[in-house]
Structure formats: structure tokens, C-alpha cells
């Protein structure tokens, strides 16, 4: 996805709250919540956002905005381990036990 204008941005955040319900916000509805009396400029305005990626249009329905959601990227297993292990425990045996359970649990999670 390319960087949004802040006005794009805004638009975003505005299809993304009123869509909340599970369904997409008309342009009129996104106009009046950005404060915008042109459908035109609502249409070019959300039409942009589409052009970098950052919604799509589902065809053939009424209300068709759909926001595109990024790809989370896995972290590591090992960076997570290390992460915990410098974050929270101090080394004594106490704390590496209690965080052989956080991982162990962890890891079950994971894996599921």
C-alpha cells in the first residue's frame, strides 16, 4: 500500500469506524462524517484510496467498499524468547522456571 494523504487517512479511519457493523458506509455517509457536500469529491476522495491499495470495491453489490487488511508478519520464535527473557526475568532460578512455562504455553498456542 503507498502513503495515504492525511486526508485519505482520514477517510480511512472514517470507513473503518462506520463500518464497524459489517456494512461499508455509503459516500453519502462518508461525506457527512468528513464534513464533504460533494458526492463528487467523496467519489474522487475514496477512489484515490482504492488507487493505493487501500480498499477495493467488491462487484456488483451495493455498498462495496471493502478495506484492505495487511499481512501480519510471524515474529520469531527465538526473538519472542529472548524478548521475554530480557524483559521480565533477572536470571535467578525462580524466574527461568516461570518462564519455561510462559514458553512452553507459548508454544502450545502456536502450534494450534
Known amino acids: 500500500m ?18 464497524l457493523d459489517g456494512v461499508p458506509p455509503s459516500f453519502r455517509e462518508i461525506g457527512d462524517a468528513l464534513g464533504i457536500v460533494s458526492k463528487s469529491n ?21 455498498r462495496s467498499i471493502a478495506v484492505v487488511r495487511k499481512a501480519s508478519r510471524p515474529v520469531p520464535f527465538d526473538a519472542m524468547a529472548a524478548a521475554i527473557n530480557d524483559a521480565f526475568f533477572g536470571g535467578d532460578a525462580v524466574d527461568a522456571a516461570i518462564r519455561r512455562v510462559l514458553v512452553a504455553a507459548w508454544k502450545r498456542a502456536r502450534a494450534a
Open 2 to 19: 503507498v502513503a495515504l494523504t492525511p486526508r485519505q487517512r482520514e477517510c480511512l479511519d472514517v470507513i473503518q469506524r462506520l463500518s
Open 42 to 62: 467523496v467519489h474522487r476522495l475514496v477512489h484515490g484510496l482504492a488507487e493505493r491499495g487501500a480498499i477495493h470495491f467488491r462487484p456488483g453489490r451495493a
